[in-house]
C-alpha cells in the first residue's frame, strides 16, 4: 500500500480545506444555532457545482480502472490521471481521504452535499447500464444542486437491516410498495431514494429487493424531518410509501439481477463495505478538531505542561492515527477490488470512539467553557455520537469481525 499523496490530491484537500475554514465551520455553526439543515436553495450549494463539487463518480459506460481513473481525472479537473487501484480521483481510497477533510470542518454540512450521496453504491453495484445512465448522468454535469438518497432504515430495523418490513409486490409490469422509512439523509429534497423492500418477511435477506423511486412518485409522501442532538447542518428525514407503485425499470438490477441467492442483501453490503470506510474517516475528521480544540486551550491556559493531560492528549492523537489507517485499508482493499467487509468493520467499529473520547477530553478541560452551546466542542461532541450508530452501529461491526474470527461466513 502506498501512503504517498500525489500533488493533484493534495490540491483538492487544500480546496477543501479552504471551503470547509470559509463556508463549511460557519455555515455548520450557523445551522447548529438555528437547529435546522442548510435550505436546499442556500447559495453554498451553487458555489460548490462551480467548484465541480456534488457529482457523480460515474462517467457512462462500464468503465475498466484505468479507463476510470482517467475519465475521473478529466471530470474533477485534478491533472495527473490515475488508476483507481492506485488512490487515484474515482477511487475509494481519495474519498475517505476528503471525507475525514471535510468531516473535520463539519461532517453534517458535508452530508449535506448535493450529489447522489449514499444512494450512488448501490446503483453503481446493482444497477443496470441503462439505470445508471438514467439516475447518475444527470449528476455528471447538474444543470442545479440535486441530490440522491437512501433508505434502509425503519421504525423497527435499523442496524438489523434483515428485519424490515417495507413491502414489495409485482403489479403487471410494476410493483407496489409499502412501508415506512426512518433517518433518510437529504430524502425530502432528492429527485429520486434507492429504497429498501421485502416480497416476504420470512425470507429474510433472501427476500430484499432494492428500487429507485422518483420524486412525485403518488404514494410518496408524508416526508419529516427529525430534530437530531448534533449534525443539524443535514436533514435526517422519515418518509412513507403508501400503495407506491414504482415501473419494472426501477428494479435496480432487474429480475435477473435476483436470481442468486441472497442478491438484495449481498448489494445492501456491498454498498455498506463501500461506504463504512468512509463514515470511519469522517470520525477521525471530528475527533482530530476535538483534539485540536483541545490541545489549544491547554496551551492558552497552562495546563500543556500538566503530563497528565499531556499522556490523554498523545493517545487519543494515536487512537486517531490507528482509525485512520485501518480506513486507509478498507478503502485499498476496495480500489483492488478485494473482500473489506472485515476491514471496512474494522475502520467503522475503532473509529467513533476514538472520536467520542477526543471530544470527551475536550469538554473536561474546557470545563464549564465548553459545556456552552455556542462552543465548537460542545457541537463536536453532540455530532460525534451519532458516528457510531449510521451505517451499522459498532456492536454490529463487532459481530462481523467476530464472525470471520471463528469462521462463520462472511456474508
Not at 435546522?36 to 456534488?54: Q, R
Amino acid at each position: 500500500m502506498n501512503f504517498a499523496i500525489d500533488e493533484a490530491l493534495r490540491k483538492r484537500l487544500a480546496g477543501i480545506r479552504e471551503l470547509g475554514r470559509t463556508q463549511m465551520r460557519p455555515l455548520g455553526l450557523e445551522a447548529d444555532r438555528a437547529g435546522a439543515p442548510v435550505a436546499p436553495d442556500h447559495p453554498f450549494y451553487t458555489l460548490l457545482l462551480s467548484l465541480g463539487l456534488g457529482r457523480t463518480r460515474w462517467l457512462g459506460g462500464e468503465l475498466d480502472d484505468s479507463a476510470r481513473g482517467r475519465t475521473a481525472a478529466r471530470q474533477h479537473g485534478s491533472g495527473e490521471a490515475s488508476s483507481s487501484r492506485s488512490g487515484g480521483p474515482g477511487s475509494s481510497l481519495t474519498g475517505v481521504l476528503l471525507s475525514e477533510e471535510m468531516a473535520y470542518w463539519d461532517r453534517g454540512v458535508a452530508v449535506s452535499f448535493p450529489g447522489p450521496g449514499l444512494g450512488e453504491p448501490p446503483v453503481l453495484s446493482m444497477g443496470t447500464p441503462e439505470q445508471k445512465e438514467r439516475f447518475l448522468a444527470p449528476f455528471r454535469t447538474p444543470d442545479r444542486p440535486r441530490w440522491g438518497s437512501f433508505a434502509m432504515t425503519e421504525p423497527g430495523a435499523g442496524s438489523d437491516v434483515a428485519a424490515i418490513r417495507t413491502s414489495c409486490r409485482r403489479d403487471g409490469d410494476g410493483w407496489i410498495l409499502d412501508g415506512d422509512k426512518s433517518f433518510a439523509a437529504n430524502a425530502s429534497r432528492a429527485d429520486w431514494i434507492v429504497v429498501w423492500a421485502t416480497v416476504d418477511p420470512a425470507q429474510g435477506r433472501a427476500g430484499h429487493r432494492a428500487f429507485v423511486v422518483e420524486r412525485g412518485t403518488p404514494g410518496l409522501g408524508d416526508f419529516r424531518v427529525e430534530k437530531k442532538m448534533g449534525l443539524k447542518a443535514y436533514e435526517s428525514t422519515s418518509f412513507t410509501l403508501r400503495g407506491c407503485r414504482v415501473p419494472a425499470a426501477n428494479l435496480l438490477g432487474g429480475d435477473a439481477h435476483y436470481g442468486a441467492q441472497r442478491a438484495g442483501f449481498k448489494g445492501a453490503l456491498a454498498s455498506f463495505n463501500a461506504t463504512r470506510p468512509m463514515i470511519g474517516a469522517m470520525a477521525v475528521g471530528i475527533g482530530r478538531a476535538a483534539l485540536d480544540e483541545a490541545a489549544a486551550f491547554a496551551r492558552a491556559h497552562g495546563r500543556a505542561g500538566d503530563p497528565r493531560v499531556r499522556d490523554r492528549l498523545e493517545r487519543i492523537r494515536r487512537k486517531l492515527r490507528v482509525a485512520r489507517l485501518l480506513c486507509w485499508r478498507a478503502a485499498w482493499l476496495a480500489d483492488a477490488r478485494q473482500p473489506n467487509m472485515v476491514e471496512a468493520s474494522m475502520a467503522k467499529a475503532f473509529a467513533p470512539p476514538a472520536a467520542l473520547e477526543a471530544a470527551s477530553l475536550g469538554m473536561e478541560l474546557l470545563g464549564e467553557v465548553g459545556g456552552r452551546g455556542d462552543h465548537l466542542v460542545e457541537k463536536l461532541f453532540r455530532d460525534v455520537k451519532a458516528m457510531d450508530i449510521v451505517e451499522g452501529t459498532g456492536q454490529i461491526q463487532r459481530l462481523v469481525i467476530a464472525r470471520q474470527l471463528v469462521g462463520l461466513p462472511r456474508d
